[in-house]
Nanobody, 123 residues
Framework: QVQLVESGGGLVQAGGSLRLSCAVFGRTFDITAMGWFRQAPGKERELVAARNWSGAGTYYADSVKGRFTISRDNAKNTVALQMNSLKPEDTAVYYC????????????????WGKGTLVTVSS
Protein backbone atom coordinates (compact mmCIF):
# COMPACT_ATOMS: atom_id res chain seq x y z
CA GLN A 1 0.00 0.00 0.00
CA VAL A 2 1.04 3.55 -0.76
CA GLN A 3 -0.51 6.65 0.77
CA LEU A 4 -0.31 10.05 -0.91
CA VAL A 5 -1.02 13.44 0.64
CA GLU A 6 -1.04 16.57 -1.54
CA SER A 7 -0.45 20.13 -0.36
CA GLY A 8 0.33 23.52 -1.80
CA GLY A 9 -2.87 24.40 -3.59
CA GLY A 10 -4.48 27.80 -3.26
CA LEU A 11 -5.57 30.97 -5.02
CA VAL A 12 -3.15 32.72 -7.34
CA GLN A 13 -3.42 35.42 -9.97
CA ALA A 14 -2.85 34.64 -13.62
CA GLY A 15 0.86 34.70 -14.40
CA GLY A 16 1.78 33.59 -10.91
CA SER A 17 3.36 30.38 -9.63
CA LEU A 18 2.49 27.59 -7.22
CA ARG A 19 4.38 24.53 -6.10
CA LEU A 20 2.36 21.43 -5.28
CA SER A 21 3.88 18.77 -3.09
CA CYS A 22 2.87 15.14 -2.60
CA ALA A 23 4.13 13.25 0.45
CA VAL A 24 4.54 9.55 -0.28
CA PHE A 25 4.15 6.94 2.49
CA GLY A 26 4.21 3.17 2.60
CA ARG A 27 5.69 0.73 0.09
CA THR A 28 7.68 3.29 -1.84
CA PHE A 29 10.12 0.64 -3.02
CA ASP A 30 7.30 -0.79 -5.19
CA ILE A 31 6.66 2.46 -7.04
CA THR A 32 7.58 2.51 -10.73
CA ALA A 33 5.95 5.75 -11.88
CA MET A 34 4.40 8.94 -10.54
CA GLY A 35 2.14 11.56 -11.99
CA TRP A 36 -0.02 14.62 -11.48
CA PHE A 37 -3.56 14.76 -12.80
CA ARG A 38 -6.19 17.47 -12.64
CA GLN A 39 -9.95 17.72 -12.90
CA ALA A 40 -11.67 20.99 -13.64
CA PRO A 41 -15.38 21.51 -12.89
CA GLY A 42 -17.52 19.72 -15.44
CA LYS A 43 -14.54 18.12 -17.14
CA GLU A 44 -12.89 14.73 -17.10
CA ARG A 45 -9.73 14.10 -15.17
CA GLU A 46 -6.63 14.60 -17.31
CA LEU A 47 -2.98 13.68 -17.02
CA VAL A 48 -0.80 16.77 -16.56
CA ALA A 49 2.69 15.38 -15.98
CA ALA A 50 4.30 12.05 -15.23
CA ARG A 51 7.63 10.29 -15.08
CA ASN A 52 9.21 7.03 -14.10
CA TRP A 53 10.21 6.78 -10.45
CA SER A 54 13.84 6.63 -11.61
CA GLY A 55 13.52 9.89 -13.50
CA ALA A 56 13.27 8.73 -17.11
CA GLY A 57 10.34 8.95 -19.47
CA THR A 58 8.96 12.35 -18.50
CA TYR A 59 5.59 13.33 -20.02
CA TYR A 60 3.82 16.68 -20.07
CA ALA A 61 0.44 17.53 -21.50
CA ASP A 62 0.72 20.00 -24.37
CA SER A 63 -1.24 22.56 -22.38
CA VAL A 64 1.45 22.74 -19.65
CA LYS A 65 4.69 22.15 -21.55
CA GLY A 66 7.26 24.78 -20.72
CA ARG A 67 5.29 25.96 -17.68
CA PHE A 68 5.06 22.94 -15.34
CA THR A 69 7.85 20.72 -14.01
CA ILE A 70 7.46 17.39 -12.22
CA SER A 71 10.20 16.32 -9.83
CA ARG A 72 10.96 13.96 -7.00
CA ASP A 73 12.87 14.59 -3.77
CA ASN A 74 14.38 11.24 -2.82
CA ALA A 75 15.47 12.34 0.64
CA LYS A 76 12.05 13.68 1.61
CA ASN A 77 9.99 11.07 -0.27
CA THR A 78 7.97 13.77 -1.97
CA VAL A 79 6.82 14.43 -5.51
CA ALA A 80 6.44 18.03 -6.63
CA LEU A 81 4.75 19.91 -9.43
CA GLN A 82 6.17 23.37 -10.03
CA MET A 83 3.61 25.46 -11.90
CA ASN A 84 4.66 28.75 -13.49
CA SER A 85 2.87 31.25 -15.70
CA LEU A 86 -0.46 29.99 -14.45
CA LYS A 87 -3.59 30.61 -16.48
CA PRO A 88 -7.26 30.65 -15.45
CA GLU A 89 -7.73 27.42 -17.42
CA ASP A 90 -5.31 25.70 -15.03
CA THR A 91 -7.96 25.98 -12.32
CA ALA A 92 -8.74 22.46 -11.11
CA VAL A 93 -8.32 19.96 -8.33
CA TYR A 94 -4.86 18.46 -8.71
CA TYR A 95 -4.18 14.85 -7.76
CA CYS A 96 -0.93 13.04 -7.16
CA UNK A 97 -0.79 9.39 -8.23
CA UNK A 98 1.68 6.52 -8.32
CA UNK A 99 1.94 3.20 -10.09
CA UNK A 100 3.51 -0.06 -8.99
CA UNK A 101 3.06 -1.78 -12.33
CA UNK A 102 6.12 -3.10 -14.18
CA UNK A 103 5.22 -1.05 -17.29
CA UNK A 104 4.59 2.64 -17.89
CA UNK A 105 0.96 3.52 -18.58
CA UNK A 106 0.85 6.99 -17.13
CA UNK A 107 -2.68 7.89 -18.17
CA UNK A 108 -4.44 4.68 -17.18
CA UNK A 109 -2.06 2.68 -15.01
CA UNK A 110 -1.93 4.53 -11.70
CA UNK A 111 -2.65 2.44 -8.62
CA UNK A 112 -2.74 4.94 -5.76
CA TRP A 113 -4.24 8.42 -5.55
CA GLY A 114 -4.19 11.31 -3.16
CA LYS A 115 -7.35 13.20 -2.22
CA GLY A 116 -6.41 16.26 -4.24
CA THR A 117 -5.60 19.90 -3.68
CA LEU A 118 -7.51 22.79 -5.23
CA VAL A 119 -5.73 25.32 -7.44
CA THR A 120 -7.66 28.43 -8.43
CA VAL A 121 -6.18 30.90 -10.90
CA SER A 122 -7.92 34.25 -11.10
CA SER A 123 -7.82 36.43 -14.20
Amino acid sequence: QVQLVESGGGLVQAGGSLRLSCAVFGRTFDITAMGWFRQAPGKERELVAARNWSGAGTYYADSVKGRFTISRDNAKNTVALQMNSLKPEDTAVYYCATSSKPYSDYANGMDYWGKGTLVTVSS
